[in-house]
């Protein structure tokens, strides 16, 4: 989408629809005062999905913007961000546009700032009436593209100069400082969708330049098309005294004394009844020049005041009343614009200052923080200095220990073999004891004849390890007997 203010002096020509958009609809549009510059261009819409699923699908590889068809003249762009309602705060631009064809409708192309925004809107606002009063039906479309075609200038030097304008020229605030985006009239002027919705007309607040074109342009009233004035107060059109007088009734009912001729671009004054205009625009090439009236009038376009010294007075005075209004309104603007940069200076200061003062408050809590730490690290190091110390005597503790079991279970193997070489000889004593006793025992059961023969022999002690080969002879006595002589 365009953006606000002046477009470029040389337009590029219209880009020529890429093989993707041969289904797309294009609508040609045009913007600007017509007696001084003139845009044309022409808009790409995405075809119109069915009527049955118009809800549901919505165009493939759209964009965020939109654009609203066929709104009616009547209403007002007050009404139309009205209409628009909590969808103002997600636009980033709106721009209103003539339409080819359409005397008394105009466009409007909405820019947004995201696509869930702009589906909503379309969704939401897409087939429904504008005033439940009337039968107009909102028509949205999907813009694909918009590519301007032509420049038309008219008028090399004017007061209504489409110059791109950095600040609202209501609020005298930056453009870009409301988060309610922006709206360009059909004049090309750009205001705070804030700002404009509180403009009770369809005029623009700069130019006061109305919707219709001037050689469009009826009666209000009755609908002539002849000897129009219209108010520059409020922007009325109505006629002259010599067709229904509807114009002096607008003064008479509002007290609006001002009143511009389109056909000759003067300013009558009912309250004095004279011109009060020193300039007017020449129909030749559009500059601005000096208009000398001279000759008496009577009726609402003639003057009795303009010639003699008296008419050279007023002149005069109202042109010094004039240059010193302009004067003071343009030291007004230029103290607004310095208290604007002064403000803006000071609170790049605090800013600076403040982002100081943070960076000194994190650096002091993490000078903090970090001797917290040091300190908890000081004491973990004391505490492992004191736990290797513990460890080391452990490890001494061990090591004499183990040599301590060491010892004590040598002194055990030794007395365990101590105690089987002990148990051993007992053994081996207790068999000759029993081998003795078992002799004796032997000895007391022999017949007479055979112990008479034993006694005073010796009884000699046989090994255990006899086979019992050996064990089976004749004496049942386990040894030998060795007889005495």
């Known amino acids: 989408m365009a953006t606000a203010g002046k477009p470029a002096a040389s337009l590029p020509p219209a880009a020529a629809p890429s093989t993707s958009a041969h289904a797309l609809d294009s609508v040609h549009f045009s913007s600007g005062n017509p007696r001084i510059e003139e845009t044309r261009g022409v808009v790409l819409l995405h075809p119109e999905p069915p ?5 549901s699908r919505l165009p493939v590889g759209r964009k965020p913007r939109v654009c609203v068809l066929a709104v009616p ?12 309602g909590a969808f103002v705060p997600h636009t980033l631009e709106m721009r209103i546009v003539r339409t080819d064809g359409a005397e008394d409708q105009y466009s409007v192309l909405i820019n947004f700032d995201t696509q869930n925004s702009t589906d909503n809107f379309y ?5 429904k009436q504008f005033s439940s009063l009337e039968g107009d039906v909102c028509h949205v479309r999907f813009v694909e593209d918009v590519h301007y075609t032509q420049l038309i200038e008219h008028a090399h030097s004017s007061v209504t100069s489409l110059a791109e304008q950095p600040t609202c020229p209501v609020c005298l605030e930056r453009l870009d400082q409301d988060p309610g985006g922006i709206l360009t009239t059909i004049c090309n002027h750009s205001f705070h969708c804030s700002c404009i919705s509180k403009w009770t007309d369809s005029s623009c607040p700069v130019c006061r330049f109305c919707q ?19 108010c520059v107060i409020c922007g009325h059109v109505g006629c002259g005294r010599y067709k229904g007088g509807h114009a002096i009734e607008h ?13 000759t671009q003067k300013v009558w004054d009912y309250a004095g009844d004279n011109y009060v205009h020193r300039l007017i625009q020449s129909k030749t090439d559009g500059k601005l020049v000096e208009y000398n009236c001279h000759g008496g009038h009577t009726a609402e376009n003639t003057c009795s005041l303009c010639s003699g010294d008296a008419a050279m007075s007023e002149a005069l005075l109202n042109s010094k009343f004039e240059a010193i209004v302009e004067e003071y309104n343009d030291l007004v603007t230029s103290q607004l614009e ?5 403000y803006e200076s000071r609170l790049l200061v605090e800013d600076k200052e403040e982002t100081e003062e943070i960076s000194a408050a ?12 040091e300190a908890k690290i000081e004491k973990c190091m004391e505490e492992k200095r004191f736990l290797d110390e513990v460890h080391e005597n452990l490890v001494r503790n061990q090591e004499k220990w183990i040599e301590t079991i060491r010892k004590a279970q040598a002194r055990e193997q030794a007395a365990l073999k101590l105690k089987d070489e002990k148990i051993e000889k007992l053994n081996e004593e207790t068999r000759d004891l029993i081998a003795h006793l078992e002799c004796q025992y032997a000895i007391a059961q022999a017949p007479d004849s055979i112990s008479g023969d034993i006694q ?21 006595i386990p040894g030998t007997m060795k007889m005495g002589s």
């Open 338 to 342: 310095k208290q604007r940069n002064y």
């Open 123 to 127: 969704k939401h606002f897409n087939g």
């Open 362 to 373: 994190v650096e002091k809590a993490l000078s903090i923080k970090i001797q917290k730490l």
């Open 251 to 263: 003064w008479k009912e509002t007290q609006h004394c001002y009143s511009l001729e389109l056909e």
């Open 456 to 476: 005073g022999g010796t009884i000699l002690p046989v090994a255990s390890s006899t086979s019992s080969s050996n064990s089976d002879s004749s004496s049942p």
């Open 73 to 84: 003249n009547h209403m007002t762009y007050a009404d139309f961000c009205r209409f628009c």
């Open 51 to 55: 009527a049955a699923a118009s809800s």
């Open 212 to 230: 219709q074109q001037p050689e469009k342009s009826m009666c209000s009233i009755c609908g002539t098309l002849e000897n129009l004035w219209i």
